[in-house]
């Protein structure tokens, strides 16, 4: 696929101080685009040459201007998210925040005359099912300790498309939906972190025992984040007017393989794993069909599990970065 079509594009990258944003934005700068970085709070993090940091609230309709105003390409990467423990106890937290952000975005991107609009989906819109889940098989049915925040993402979903076919100005759009990233810039902090930032945190200190919330026996989609950008900048170069893509590895794991890996990885083998079945847990089975992604974008994953687990964690366990 020809990349070169994003050298000197005009692309907002909002919630650019996250984890996807972070990576997507030395990406593109690597590619040649003129990136602007927008995030909630002054950006604390190494600056690139080139990049336009702004400073934006975007649950606001003048933040939401700012951040659209002279862009081509719009990337909606940030969000209102966090761990397992919140959704299970306040399952209305990324409600609100997130719709306002996702409707104010959309509108000030169509008002300014955005050529395109992309949404950092989930792969939670899907329904329970042991079965590969294809981009059609969204429909509304949810995995019932994921509704709210599936239910927003795919409500938002259909805000997007709304503004691809019925708007008088119609944006083209690209909903990706990622499988279960990680690596470098993810978000390590308590009450912050999903399932493997967490895990690599504890095991990196050396926690013994170590304790899992629910059986281990959850088998997911995890995707190094560098083959997440890779294909998102390649779903960037489409001209299609409205496309819905997995992103993810196509191979799903047992959690408990990917504890055993991680505390092999960081020295910590020796602790004993105590499962606490009583917590809550994650969607017990998530298959992700990404033949649509390889078809389209002439892409494959280039890291394996193991080795993005070991990045990961030499990424975590430099000393700049412990605190993250």
Not at 14 to 25: D, M, R
Not at 103 to 122: I, K
Not at 190 to 203: H, T, Y
Request: charged share 20%; glycine share 8%.
């Amino acid at each position: 696929m020809n990349l070169e079509v994003l050298s000197g594009k005009k692309i907002t990258v909002a919630g650019a101080s996250g984890f996807i944003g972070q990576n997507l934005v030395q990406r593109l700068r690597s590619l040649g685009a003129q990136v602007k970085a927008v995030s909630r709070e002054p950006y604390s993090g190494d600056r690139l040459a080139g990049v336009d940091y702004i400073t934006a609230d975007l649950m606001t309709q003048e933040g939401a201007r700012t951040a659209a105003q002279g862009s081509e390409v719009f990337v909606m990467a940030a969000a209102a998210s966090s761990g397992a423990a919140v959704m299970a106890n306040s399952p209305l937290a990324h409600l609100v925040p997130n719709v306002v952000m996702n409707a104010l975005t959309l509108e000030a991107a169509m008002q300014a005359g955005v050529e395109q609009y992309c949404f950092l989906s989930s792969n939670t819109v899907y329904p329970p099912g042991d079965n590969a889940m294809s981009e059609p098989d969204a429909t509304g049915e949810f995995f019932q300790t994921y509704e709210v925040v599936a239910g927003m993402k795919f409500f938002s979903e259909k805000m997007a498309e709304f503004f691809s076919t019925r708007a008088h100005h119609q944006m083209r759009v690209l909903i990706a939906r990622p499988g279960n990233l990680y690596g470098p810039h993810d978000k390590f902090a308590d009450g912050k972190s999903k399932v493997i930032p967490a895990l690599i945190k504890r095991a990196v200190n050396k926690e013994n025992p170590f304790t899992v919330w629910g059986d281990g026996q959850d088998i997911k989609d995890f995707l190094y984040i560098d083959d997440f950008i890779e294909a998102l900048v390649r779903a960037l170069a489409l001209e299609s007017k409205f496309e819905v893509l997995n992103i993810a590895s196509g191979k799903s794991v047992r959690l408990q393989e990917v504890i055993e890996a991680i505390l092999q990885l960081s020295g910590n083998s020796h602790a004993e794993v105590n499962y606490d079945e009583s917590k809550p847990s994650m969607i017990p089975v998530r298959h992700i069909d990404i033949s649509l992604a390889k078809e389209k974008l002439g892409w494959v994953p280039q890291v394996d599990l193991e080795t993005g687990l070991a990045r990961t964690i030499e990424w975590y366990t430099s000393s700049s970065r412990r605190e993250n």
